[in-house]
């Protein structure tokens, strides 16, 4: 054992406080002119699905280098942050069905940003049971890494769906050429906020999982080791007496 | 052999989404028609979905259902709707409608209302005693 894997804490102490300060204020903005309370919805979803996007980029970056590297260190990082992603896109598209039924009318319809959000999700999903389609380490970066790659030309169609189609899904509102469209500081406060505790909740479960893939890679490994012959079908265990 | 899987799988995967795309995406890529395109359609039997804004002061109860008109800014159609509005259906607000054209009205059964990218919190609480909005409030 070369290397010990450190265990951090503070990664959920980080989480603790940063969700703690967004949930405060979503809490106390005030209640939108249209939808009501319905608004605070917004303030995790629209921060879910930043993540999302952070998340399936960082594996994008993460399987170009192991690609060109072929270091499992890259590998590792796409692995744990396709997991983040696919959960943040989850509780993105679950959370906007909450919102949609009480404000469009219905939970689901197929426009292009819900429909392209619905495949995105599952490409992930099918990134991650692929990645469990083998133990070996190497083999399954390799796999996994194309499609880490491939993976990533969503990550654009899905955002800018609003605005290269007629969706029924509003465009964005933070992130637009002249400036937000939410008027009330204390809503863009709540909105800001939400999106960088979950940034900060992003980074503190990468370092979580980065340590458990570790530490499960090793016991893979240490499990490996006991199983394989010492050495080889060569050498073959003495046997005491001849069986009749 | 094996080799090939590392191409095979994700290739699929790649193939299986492009055609979700191709065939159950197109029709739906832009969601709904505007005003200006219905008046290009053809009247007839075709479901069709209208989007568009809510006139002020065109909204009325009828017996089945509300009636209104929806407006791109250009064009305005008029639509009855039956059945129960949305929640927050009211004047001004965006709502996209599915039915069907007669040349001269739109026919709705189902209604969605579409929230725009805007959050106010001072022009007016919601009021659930004026469903539809007061026409002062709409400039």
Redesign the interface.
Known sequence: MQSQTRIRRWPWIAIGLSLAVAFTLSMV????????DL?RI?YVHVPSAWLAYLAFFVTFIGSVAYLITRSLRWDRIAAASAEIGVYFTGLAIALGMTWAK?????WW????RL??TA?MFF?YL?YLA?RR?TDDQV?RA??AS??GV?GAIQIPLVHFSVIW????H????LV?PDGP????P??LAALIGGVVAFTIVYVSLMVKRIELIHLEDRKVDMESAVERPVAGEAVTAPELGASS | M?RY???I??AG??VV?LV??VT??NA?????NTPTELGQQQAGDARLRL?GQVVPGTVIDTETGVAFDVTDGREAVSVVHTGAP???F?EG?GV?VEGTWDGNEFHSDS????????????????DPNHPYGDESDQS
């Not at chain 2, 739906?28 to 709904?32: A, G, R, T």
């Open positions: 903005s005030p209640a939108d002119s249209v939808q009501g608004v917004m009480p404000t469009w009318g219905v319809t197929w426009d292009a429909t392209l495949i490409v099918g692929l389609t083999l390799g796999r194309v499609l491939l189609w007629r969706t029924l509003q465009p964005p509102s637009r469209a939410i008027q009330d204390m809503m | 094996k899987w590392k191409f799988i994700p995967i790649v989404v979700v795309m159950g995406l739906n890529l832009v969601y709904f989007g949305q929640q927050l009211q607000i996209v209604m969605l209302v579409k929230h725009d990218e805007n959050y106010t919190s001072d022009d007016g609480e919601y």
